[in-house]
């Protein structure tokens, strides 16, 4: 297997950068640069002298010994100054090395996937955790990462290996005269299995919400002060206001980190009946992503809400409260009303994350339908009978291969291409 290397660290200037080396000639990379790799783990301070292009750096290196690093291979890295030209001249003297080359996208980390370092639910979750941008996010990856999905799923399996042991021994004591009847304490076993697997495939769509975002849609008539109060949420001018009925045309994004969780509010046209061609596009897309949206505030007007029509958890409020005698309702001009409006998100949307699951991505969901599928064929299958248990326990073999797919242990090489495909060169 070549020794690869690479940037680890983000590409540019910056104080420290990072040259990540992994592989079974990765200690040869300190001789390279005139001085023998240090012990592992073991942190030293060491001249970069190259033959041809003289002294390089003055950095700090460690080591780390096979089946002790991130990868499972022996590893070195060079923290260097975070200079482009310093960077450059490394990665080039690296790559005239015999063997060695530049590492390709995910490399890193699918290698360790491949020495048994990671599952690929940890995979996943590590790129969550690099692209996370909120605390909520960072502690739902930080689950996966710490492998509690995998913890779930060997639960699973050894409460289906145990049912396919009774089924399997039944079958082959099928001709002795011993009456046994294991059916109880199978579908025991497997509707135990299936009622957890099936709360985790349940709260795939709030942790998928989670890892990409809440949307929150901003409704109601014309000049209701849905723009003004985008602008007041976002802290600048995000949408244009105007007196004028009909400004807003499409649907203007804003994302926020509220309180730990990543939102989206989404400004759309005023909701009203118009011959204009290009104003009713905007209200048809205004009503299709409001209602999409996890949740929705109606700001009242002069006008209705045409045919969206405010849920029980959605947020109703007069909107312009600056030019209400009353001085009820919301103004993102004078801000009254805005920090209660914000309050109120919160509440519901930290009441919808308490129901994440484990399982925040599609190919995680699809693995397991499919596993509870073949246990629920199994159970079928056993409430015949005991001339059933053979064609049972296949069903229970596919849903074992099922969750060994689920944590990458078994796999085919285009879904491990298209997950490693969303990481950078340097892990």
């Not at 779930?152 to 089924?167: G, N, P």
């Not at 004028?244 to 990543?262: H, K, Q």
């Not at 339908?369 to 229970?396: F, N, T």
Request: hydrophobic share 40%.
């Amino acid at each position: 297997m070549d020794t690869i290397f690479a940037l680890a660290t983000v590409p540019g200037k910056s104080g420290v950068a990072v040259v990540r080396v992994s592989g079974p000639k990765a200690n040869d990379s300190c001789d390279v640069f005139g001085f023998s790799v240090p012990s592992p783990r073991h942190s030293v301070v060491r001249r970069l002298e190259h033959a041809s292009r003289g002294f390089l750096d003055e950095a700090l290196i460690l080591a780390f010994a096979e089946g002790a690093s991130f990868t499972g291979e022996p590893v070195v890295e060079f923290h260097l100054h975070g200079s482009i030209a310093i960077i450059n001249t490394v990665i080039d003297c690296l790559g005239e090395l015999p063997g060695f080359r530049a590492a390709e996208a995910g490399e890193f980390t699918r290698r360790a996937l491949n020495n048994g370092r990671l599952d690929l639910t940890q995979v996943e979750a590590l790129a969550d955790l690099i692209d996370a941008e909120t605390e909520m996010q960072r502690k739902q990856a930080l689950m996966g990462f710490t492998g509690r999905l995998r913890d779930q799923s060997d639960t699973w399996r050894a409460d289906l290996v145990h049912a396919l042991s009774l089924l399997e021994a039944t079958i082959d004591f099928a001709d002795e005269d011993v009456p046994v009847d294991v059916s109880a304490d199978v579908e025991r076993l497997l509707n135990g299995v299936i009622e957890t697997m099936t709360r985790e495939i349940d709260g795939y769509g709030i942790a998928e919400r989670v890892r990409n975002g809440f949307e929150v849609a901003i409704v109601g008539p014309p000049n209701a002060g849905k723009s003004t109060l985008l602008n007041a949420l976002a802290g600048r001018d995000a949408a244009i206001t105007s007196e004028i009925a009909g400004t807003t045309r499409d649907v203007i994004e804003v994302r926020m980190d509220l309180g730990s969780l990543p939102v989206t509010f989404l400004d759309t046209a005023g909701l009203r009946d118009t011959e204009d061609t290009i104003e009713s596009i905007g209200i048809q897309r205004a009503v299709d992503r409001a209602r999409a949206a996890d949740l929705r505030v109606f700001l009242r007007g002069d006008g209705n809400f045409g045919e969206l029509h405010p849920l029980e958890h959605d947020i109703v409020v007069d909107g312009k409260s600056d030019l209400r005698k009353d001085g009820q309702g919301i103004s993102g001009l004078t801000g009254e009303g805005v920090q209660e409006l914000i309050d109120q998100v919160k509440t519901y949307l930290f009441s919808k994350a308490t129901m994440a699951g484990l399982v925040s991505h599609e190919r995680q969901k699809h693995v397991l339908l499919e596993g509870r599928d073949a246990l629920r064929k199994a159970i079928d299958l056993v409430h015949l009978g005991p001339e059933q248990y053979d064609i049972a326990s296949e069903e229970l073999r596919s849903a074992i291969f099922t969750l060994e797919r689920l944590v990458g242990r078994v796999d085919v090489e285009d879904v491990l291409d298209m997950v490693f495909s969303s990481f950078c060169i340097g892990k």
